[in-house]
Nanobody, 127 residues
Framework: QVQVVESGGGLVEAGGSLRLSCFAS????????LGWFRQVPGLERRFVAG????????NYADSVQGRFEISIDNRNNTATLRMNRLKPEDTAIYYC????????????????????WGQGTQVTVSS
């Protein structure tokens, strides 16, 4: 079973920054592509950013392009999402998704593209 653990998040004023981390692991090891999604009550989980295990492919939602940056430490299966110039509309529960890296590159943007999920971490941006 793959375990996905998120950390970071919290409360920040508009214009501020936060950093989220995601760690994916399995007792037998493995490589994972990682992605971040967010969800607010009553709405579906939406793509924020994703990165291939190789680190060569990154994708961003239009709403965060230029403000958020995703990176990966592929030796440790850990992805970091740096969120800058945060806006109140960025408020949501942020979930990390992981999928086994059978290929070197990956560009999945849908929740169905990921197999394993963390419990989520709350990000609140005050106006």
């Amino acid at each position: 079973q793959v375990q996905v653990v998120e950390s970071g998040g919290g409360l920040v004023e508009a214009g501020g920054s936060l950093r989220l981390s995601c760690f994916a692991s399995r007792p037998t090891g493995g490589r994972y592509h990682l992605g971040w999604f967010r969800q607010v009550p009553g709405l579906e989980r939406r793509f924020v950013a994703g990165i291939s295990w190789s680190g060569r492919v990154t994708n961003y939602a239009d709403s965060v392009q230029g403000r958020f940056e995703i990176s990966i430490d592929n030796r440790n299966n850990t992805a970091t999402l740096r969120m800058n110039r945060l806006k109140p509309e960025d408020t949501a529960i942020y979930y990390c998704g992981a999928v086994c890296a059978y290929n070197v590159d990956f560009s999945g943007r849908g929740a169905h593209d990921y197999e394993y999920w963390g419990q989520g971490t709350q990000v609140t941006v005050s106006s």
